[in-house]
């Protein structure tokens, strides 16, 4: 949740985040490090079971020799995250540093992968090359959610798409043209061909200047005051970190579990068409297997970099729509529809005895990939607070990994006895896992709105369009924190800023207190200060995105006012009475006050309805500090 807070009233309706909007050249440069870090992705895509394979793995081992990925994403991706988000260095930041080791730790690894001729070996830099791709990833999806205004998200997103399908595009092509070099045909000692370890080296260079490069001109915000007080009184630590996930998970969106039941059947499929594919072409296409070896093989692991290559060149296109077409009619729809054409592309490339042809349903898994990179991280990052985006998007992986950990342990045997060990039926097979995952997205139904995505909508509608900023008066008293409370659901359906004043008058609360039948204030800025913390240390814990604090010297019912100007899209939530009020009143006097004069509409909360004998009996004691809910600038 990003806050600001404001010692000052403001008139100026159109105030602009905290978070400054970004240059397009800006934005394409904080996001190209995603080229090298899916270069690497993408190298363990199509090249590191090939080279499993060459030496010396037999087929039904696949599944489990890529138990890093699964493992390591459980593991590392939202540990890192948790811990990037209670981090922060006033020269590296909070984000940077774990993006640049991971893609420094994959960069070291890629370079030493094809001198391994020992399977264990190869299995062991498999592990360190998925742990540097997880530590590097989620933080820098983060990353981009930290640095960018809400109004510049979603292009965010779709630029990271974009890299994402061209580093995977230089990889796979690489593998496919270097394959053709007739220089680079000859076998090292281990087995593997010179042309693999060329895709490499160019792995190697291509992170190391990429990321480097986007870290180097890219600056993270430095938090506000408030931010960095909680940061550093957040505890450290592993356990910690452990407890933030347990913590997130128990609180996150109804939406996000709904994702995971889809993620279940797509991840999967995802996992075997990686492992597979090369054997499929080889057993339909080039009449090859990995155990015969010779050049039909070699040809078919060539082919498989091309067919990953043409689907992510789609994803960098249709990239450029997808995000349009599901602020249109809902995500879900539209990830729906491409789980649809991912499946039938699988099935009918397990049956394709051509090469060529063979190309032509990758444009249907090059669809589905824009829609599974970009999509579903995008509603998240709008769904979930600001300031634990890190934990969420490892929670996000966490769904994605733990399908993949079954497939590795559990797919060798399928296999081996229900696939007759043909890697056209596993391919099949995947593409029917993604027809299952396409009817359960259509199966999910529209989330409430309180948890539907205010950037890109799940699939119900807003039904709250009229207005830009709810404004509600705190003093830090029950009904105050009740009318807050209803305040910032009214915000959250409307996708409209939330803005808690606190009013106080200068100086010690008189001795006699406040006349009878009216409101007491709130007396001394540290007093206001404190209450307008309360106010908002439950909104902070939710799912609040955008929060705006103001402190204001002054009346309470004008603090509001002059808040919201003069534009009518504006609202204001004030309670019907307050502590002080008389009995059986109505309208407290903020109350009145506010609807005498507001310009914009105003939502009055029945406060006076609460059990205040039993609220209020501890504050009429003790709180020189404390005011009346409606009066303090509550409003409730």
Not at 49 to 64: K, T, Y
């Amino acid at each position: 949740m990003t806050t600001t807070t404001s010692d000052t009233v403001s008139t100026d309706v159109g105030q602009a985040e905290r978070r400054p909007l970004m240059t397009g050249r800006a934005l394409l440069m904080m996001n190209l490090g995603f080229f090298g870090v899916q270069f690497s992705f993408g190298l363990t895509q199509s090249a590191v079971n090939p080279l499993f394979l060459l030496i010396g793995a037999d087929p039904d081992q696949l599944p489990i020799l890529n138990l890093a990925g699964p493992v390591t994403g459980l593991i590392i991706q939202p540990l890192i995250g948790a811990i990037s988000d209670r981090t922060w260095h006033p020269r590296w930041g909070r984000r940077r540093p774990f993006i640049t080791v991971g893609a420094l730790l994959c960069a070291v690894i890629l370079f030493l992968f094809p001198f391994v001729g020992i399977l264990w070996l190869a299995v062991i830099c498999f592990w360190l090359l998925d742990a540097g791709n997880n530590t590097s990833m989620e933080p820098y999806r983060a990353f981009i959610s930290d640095r960018l205004p809400k109004s510049q998200l979603a292009r965010g997103f779709l630029t990271q798409s974009m890299f994402t399908g061209a580093g995977a595009v230089l990889a796979n092509l690489s593998l496919f043209i270097l394959q053709k070099v007739t220089a680079l045909q000859e076998e090292a000692g281990n087995g593997v061909p010179y042309w693999m370890y060329v895709c490499f080296m160019i792995g190697t260079v291509c992170i190391l200047l990429t990321v480097l490069t986007a870290m180097a001109r890219t600056r993270e915000l430095t938090p506000s005051d408030e931010e960095l007080r909680e940061i550093r009184a957040t505890p450290k630590g592993l356990h910690h970190a452990v407890a933030e996930i347990a913590d997130a998970v128990k609180v996150m969106p109804v939406a996000m579990h709904k994702i995971g039941v889809v993620f279940l059947f797509q991840w999967y499929a995802m996992f075997i068409y990686w492992q597979f594919l090369a054997v499929s072409l080889g057993e339909t296409v080039f009449g090859a297997t990995p155990e015969e070896g010779g050049a039909g093989w070699d040809a078919a692991i060539g082919w498989s970099g091309l067919q990953n290559a043409a689907y992510n060149f789609v994803t960098m296109v249709s990239a450029l729509f997808l995000v349009g077409f599901a602020r249109r009619i809902g995500a879900k729809r539209v990830h729906a529809v491409a789980l649809g054409l991912a499946a039938l592309s699988l099935v009918w490339l397990s049956r394709i005895d051509n090469q060529y042809v063979a190309l032509l349903p990758m444009i249907g898994v090059g669809i589905f990939w824009a829609s599974a990179v970009g999509v579903p991280y995008l509603m998240v990052a709008s769904m979930v607070p600001a300031k634990r985006t890190g934990v969420y998007m490892g929670i996000l992986n966490m769904m994605i990994v733990v399908p993949m950990l079954i497939q590795t342990i559990t797919f060798g045997w399928i296999f081996q006895h229900l696939l007759g060990g043909k890697g056209s039926n596993a391919i099949m097979l995947a593409g029917v896992l993604l027809g299952i995952g396409a009817v359960a997205m259509l199966w999910v139904n529209p989330p409430d709105e309180a948890d539907e995505s205010p950037i890109v909508p799940l699939g119900s509608k807003r039904s709250i369009t009229v207005y830009d900023r709810v404004v509600v008066g705190s003093d830090g008293t029950p009904t105050s924190l009740y009318a807050v409370d209803r305040a910032a659901e009214v915000a959250q359906a409307a996708q409209a800023r939330l803005v808690v004043v606190t009013a106080y008058r200068e100086g010690s609360e008189p001795a006699e207190g406040a006349a009878a039948g009216l409101h007491r204030d709130v007396h001394g800025a540290e007093a206001a200060r404190e209450a307008l913390a309360k106010s908002v240390t439950g909104l902070t814990k939710e799912r609040a995105r955008y929060i705006e604090q103001r402190l204001v010297a002054g009346d309470p019912a004008q603090a509001l006012l002059d808040t919201v100007g003069a534009n009518p899209a504006n609202l204001i939530v004030v309670g019907n009475r307050g502590l002080g009020a008389s009995q059986g009143q109505l309208l407290g006097s903020v109350p009145a006050g506010v609807v005498r004069n507001a310009v914009c509409d105003v939502l009055v909360v029945q406060t006076s309805a609460l059990d205040e004998d039993r609220m209020f009996a501890g504050e009429r004691t003790g709180a020189a500090t404390e005011a009346d809910p409606e009066g303090g600038t509550s409003t409730r």
